[in-house]
């Protein structure tokens, strides 16, 4: 945007030494006070209600926080700040489940730089900040003892385009859609063809543009409130488009046959994941509070490689009345190699594009062993690379990638590997040398995950809607806690648990599963789905264990309440299962052992069970 339009941080004649500053005090545990430091945006130039570019003030005011020593609040009052990418903060990372080591990727953009501060809070209740372009809304790396309270995160032009079937059928022989997309979706009809795209930037340049579907295309039905992932029917056979109005287009077809999708919406976005949706990296004792993400680019907010990080009361969702239905570009909350305390709860997920919540670890290919001690190890997919993954003093555990089992552990001794922050080492590959002697026969057969960091988990009284895949992912042998939370109409399993060696590498096995007190409402798969992916499975060497499925409501059409692979000890008891359409059998195991069922009242439903604990396969 032009540099007229940009906020001066000295135009309140303040700059950073010249901030009102002030202390407050705080009531704390019995009878202390604390005192904090008040930073206010405004008094670096940023104002709101204002379509200047707020970046560089916001910088400055983040920079003066970070500076102060002690307790410091940034408050936002409340009005619309527009952030644009021109003067953003950029930062080489990489990043879990987004692009991997693409070079063209590895930079990227930021709104809201947190960085090596502590004991901060920003505080903007009533505050909205509209971002531009393509950019990470907010990053907090290498900082400790953060709160971020009351924000609401939007964009300008979504990357994603949610086009609404609003009249169709068949004039003088030939099909046609009339089809309506928000006002903050920009668009032009060229020939027989659209072309989506975002602002135009300070330099000259588009944000972002493609053409019809896209890349990827999700379906929604308002009537029916599912969402699922279909083929795209749009630009198929296309004889004609015209706008009709602002925003609506006609789209008129070679062929008669008569669309039958009026009322569905069509979600399209490329799948290029080039930004993380928001960024906590390296830190510790994190909360997001009442954060209000109305769209979020790339990806979801990555937790990597932190401690003790929280979501409480966050809203993932589009704002009311805008037309819109995506308020995600992907998954939106991603927890990878985190440890101490992982905590999602009293948030609202509708409308992401992926799972709403994902915990997981890393699992790490063997692909060489230049001696006893020492493994060279690689990333094996192509969206997770170049961030470092141990650290000496961590326990490994090296797994059979066939049976995941664990057949040995070790304590690092040292470790080469990237940094995740520049590409001065290899981006694909790790080699750590450990304290015990191996077994010489590991390469290409099995896997490494960095035990030590492994999170406990408690996910709680969350609303889940408008799903087109699962709710919760979580892998994690700590103590896992997934309690009172409504899962509404998910397209897949409502609760899925994994370990993979051979797909996506989302380690680990869970080991303290508690699952209680949760609705699942018409699931489109197996409401709790356990389905560690080893190819050879034994019930006298499971992958899962201690899991615990207690006081549930399942409300099932067609499908299980619980499907269960390669587990020892479930213990399944007073759940209540009621049935719509076909009967199906309620629990489903397989290679499962140690199993302790009891039906809510006196007798069990008709089909209660499919499968036994076999003697392998």
């Not at 190890?377 to 090296?398: C, K, M, N, R, V």
Request: glycine share 10%.
């Amino acid at each position: 945007m032009p540099a007229a339009e940009r906020a001066d941080p000295a135009a309140a004649g303040t700059g950073r030494l010249g901030a009102t500053v002030f202390a407050a005090e705080r009531q704390l545990g019995g009878g202390l006070t604390h005192m904090r430091t008040l930073l206010d945006v405004t008094d670096f130039g940023v104002l709101p209600g204002r379509h200047i570019d707020a970046t560089p003030g916001a910088r400055a005011a983040l920079r003066a926080a970070s500076d102060v020593a002690g307790p410091v609040v940034l408050r936002f009052p409340p009005g619309e700040y527009h952030l644009w990418p021109d003067d953003a903060q950029r930062r080489e990372l990489y990043v879990s489940n987004t692009v991997g080591d693409d070079p063209r990727y590895g930079v990227k953009a930021i709104a809201l730089v947190v960085e090596e501060a502590d004991d901060l809070v920003i505080a903007g209740e009533g505050a909205r900040l509209v971002l531009h372009g393509l950019q990470t809304t907010f990053a907090v790396i290498d900082s400790h003892r953060i709160r971020v309270e009351g924000l609401e995160f939007d964009f300008a032009v979504p990357t994603v385009v949610d086009a609404t079937v609003v009249d169709a059928g068949v004039e003088e022989g030939r099909a046609y859609r009339q089809i309506r997309v928000p006002a903050a979706t920009l668009f032009s009809v060229e020939g027989a063809s659209i072309r989506w795209h975002g602002e135009t930037l300070g330099s000259g340049e588009v944000a972002w543009s493609g053409r019809d579907a896209l890349e990827y295309t999700q379906i929604h039905d308002p009537a029916r409130r599912r969402t699922w992932r279909a083929p795209n029917p749009l630009f198929d056979r296309v004889r004609s488009i015209r706008p009709v109005g602002e925003r609506d287009v006609r789209i008129d077809y070679e062929h008669a046959e008569e669309p039958s999708d009026l009322g569905l919406v069509y979600s399209m976005r490329s799948t290029t994941r080039d930004h993380p949706g928001g960024l906590v990296l390296d830190s510790s004792d994190v909360t997001l509070s009442r954060l209000r993400f109305r769209f979020l680019h790339g990806f979801g907010v990555v937790a990597q490689m932190s401690r003790d990080v929280s979501f409480e009361g966050c809203e993932f969702q589009t704002p009311p009345d805008s037309g819109r239905h995506s308020a995600g570009f992907a998954d939106f909350i991603q927890f990878s190699g985190c440890s101490g305390r992982a905590v999602v709860r009293d948030c609202l997920f509708d409308g992401p594009h992926d799972d709403p919540i994902n915990i997981h670890g890393t699992y790490l290919r063997v692909a060489g062993q230049p001696d006893s001690r020492t493994l060279e190890l690689e990333y094996p997919h192509p969206e997770t690379a170049g961030f470092p993954q141990f650290s000496p003093g961590d326990e490994i555990e090296i797994v059979d990638r066939a049976t995941l089992q664990a057949i040995a552990s070790a304590t690092v001794r040292t470790v080469r590997q990237p940094s995740g922050r520049d590409h001065d080492q290899p981006l694909r590959t790790i080699v750590v040398t450990v304290d015990a002697e191996l077994l010489g026969d590991l390469v290409g057969r099995t896997a490494v995950e960095n035990v030590t960091r492994t999170p406990i988990v408690r996910i709680a009284r969350n609303i889940f809607r408008n799903v087109p895949t699962r709710g919760v992912l979580v892998t994690t042998r700590r103590a896992v806690l997934i309690e009172e939370n409504r899962f509404e109409r998910t397209e897949m399993a409502g609760i899925y648990v994994s370990c993979d060696a051979d797909e996506w590498w989302e380690s680990g096995p869970v080991r303290d599963l508690t699952i209680r007190g949760n609705e699942f409402i018409e699931p489109g798969g197996p409401a709790i789905f356990l389905d560690p992916r080893n190819t050879r499975s034994d019930p006298g060497h499971p992958v899962h264990s201690g899991v615990v499925v207690a006081e549930n409501r399942f409300v099932l059409d067609g499908v299980s309440a619980l499907d269960a692979k390669s587990t020892h000890g479930i213990r399944f008891r007073n759940n209540g299962i009621v049935r719509l359409g076909r009967p199906t059998p309620d629990i489903v195991l397989q290679s499962c052992s140690d199993v302790g069922i009891e039906f809510d009242g006196d007798e069990p439903p008709a089909a209660p069970l499919a499968g036994s604990p076999p003697s392998g396969n």
